[in-house]
């Protein structure tokens, strides 16, 4: 961490400190929803980048903390009736003055780089950016931080509540899955710092030799998120470990990838053994580091994959309470071990369970995420429209009234007749079907991403009920509510 950004840090603490219900002091959140990710990532979601940032809108809900004031970047302008219906689901008492406390920066470019990247060629938003901030004190949050978000948080002069770059390569895959081994927690059989298909051809070799029955494995991309980096090789049907016929045959199965895919794996791999169970799942679970060190446990979730197993599509919250209490104890040594290393901010842990039938879970950790992932926006939801804490040995939250909450989330709801829908149709018609999410009971729909409707008729929803068949309800209810024009 060079000079300029250490003493920038050595403030974060102190403005950190004062976003909470409690405080007195007005104070600047810069919602930064920046996505430097690799270049074939970027390009992979080059059309759907703004929706992407749009997702991130849903921090307008900290706007219930009454000091607070948001400073929101995004490429391109929000639909004004997203913006009104998330300012109508804040507590009433709220709403009036909560616009006087928020702010949207609309960069206006639609290329396929980093909003951050964009904000450094425009010195005069940055210059408007400082002057709304002015001597409050003020933090970045951003989605992930490399050179970029620094040079950024450099220009604007303030801390950043992420882990610095310097840092960022403890997030790929090889040394994750290093670091999660290092805390004690258990990992599938598997090989890191590969570059090669002669290396993946080697390693599932010896996997092979190891376990003879492997039916499958899943090749990484070391800088990867979102399963866009993952490959399942399957390996049934090949001849003995060791021979040569079955390392041609293997190396043929990999070599049918996407050329791109190929590519990268010369920037580094790992091969896994692909967990298998007649009871299986994916959780997850995210932890916040704090300035000081400090680790919270924050949630833990279901995660609902594509039929891959690979590609996240949504989630389900909280984790299966056989064995959300673990998941959190894993969690937390993870990111002590993280906050060892000097990371900050929210990181998140992705696991695989499974069991046999009548026999006890099996829990391993696959990688670490140095960003909020998919899984953070629907969280924001519930923890600014529900206040309250999540119990992270009893797996459950519980909000200020004593009552317990559970949602559903997902970011691809998807319809190709929905493509042109306006986002003010799918408001009215959660509204209507009486779906919309309600201040009183603290329960119902609260949509985002809708600006992706234009694009490919997709967008979001964060289901929050009152247990989870209750959310699961509501979930399911949202596509038949949502008729196509």
Not at 72 to 85: E, L, N, Q, W
Not at 205 to 232: Q, T
Not at 255 to 279: C, H, K, S
């Amino acid at each position: 961490m060079g000079d300029d950004l250490a003493r920038l840090q050595s403030g974060l603490a102190a403005a950190y400190g004062v976003n909470t219900a409690t405080s007195t002091t007005p104070h600047t959140v810069v919602v930064l929803p920046s996505f430097s990710v690799s270049e074939s990532l970027l390009s992979h979601y080059a059309n759907r980048l703004a929706p992407l940032e749009h997702r991130f809108l849903l921090a307008l809900f900290l706007l219930r903390l009454p000091t607070a004031r948001i400073l929101f970047v995004c490429s391109a302008a929000p639909d004004d009736s997203v913006v009104d219906h998330y300012l109508s689901l804040l507590p009433a008492a709220l709403v009036a003055g909560a616009r006087e406390r928020f702010r949207i920066v609309v960069v206006d470019d639609s290329s396929a780089r980093s909003v951050a990247s964009k904000l450094l060629d425009r010195p005069d938003v940055i210059d408007e950016m400082r002057a709304w901030i002015g001597d409050t004190p003020a933090f970045i949050e951003p989605w992930n931080v490399i050179d970029l978000e620094v040079e950024l948080a450099l220009r604007l002069g303030l801390p950043v509540n992420g882990t610095p770059p310097d840092l960022w390569p403890l997030g790929f895959k090889s040394a994750g899955k290093r670091t999660i081994r290092g805390a004690g927690v258990p990992v599938p059989h598997g090989f890191e710092d590969l570059r090669s298909v002669d290396d993946a051809v080697e390693a599932i070799d010896r996997m092979r030799s190891v376990d003879p029955d492997l039916g499958a494995v899943v090749l990484k991309h070391d800088d990867s998120g979102a399963g866009d980096g993952n490959a399942v090789i399957r390996l049934d049907g090949l001849e003995p470990p060791g021979s040569a016929m079955s390392r041609r045959r293997l190396r043929s199965r990999i070599n049918r990838l996407e050329a791109w895919y190929l590519a990268d794996l010369g920037l580094g791999f790992i091969v896994e053994a692909m967990v298998a169970g007649t009871r299986f799942s994916s959780p997850s679970a995210q932890v916040d580091v704090l300035p000081e060190g400090s680790v919270r446990v924050v949630l833990t979730h279901e995660q609902i994959l594509d039929e891959s197993g690979q590609v996240y599509l949504g989630c389900r919250f909280p984790a299966d309470p056989a064995y959300a209490g673990d998941l959190g104890a894993h969690a937390r040594a993870v990111g002590e071990a993280m906050a060892r290393h000097g990371a900050i901010g929210r990181l998140g842990i992705d696991f695989v369970t499974s069991a046999d039938e009548h026999q006890p879970w099996d829990i391993h950790a696959l990688e670490i995420n140095l960003r909020r992932g998919g899984t953070s926006h629907p969280f924001a939801v519930l923890r600014h429209l529900a206040p309250g804490a999540y119990d992270e040995r009893a797996g459950r939250y519980v909000d200020d009234r004593g009552e317990t909450k559970s949602y559903m989330a997902s970011d691809n709801l998807v319809d190709e007749r929905w493509t042109g829908l306006a986002e003010r149709t799918v408001i009215e018609a959660l509204q209507s079907s009486g779906l919309a999410f309600d201040r009183e009971t603290r329960t119902g729909v609260v949509p985002h991403m809708l600006s992706c409707l234009a694009i490919d008729g997709r967008f979001g929803i964060t289901a929050i009920g009152s247990t989870s068949d209750h959310a699961e309800e509501l979930y399911a209810a949202t596509r038949d509510a949502v008729h196509p024009t």
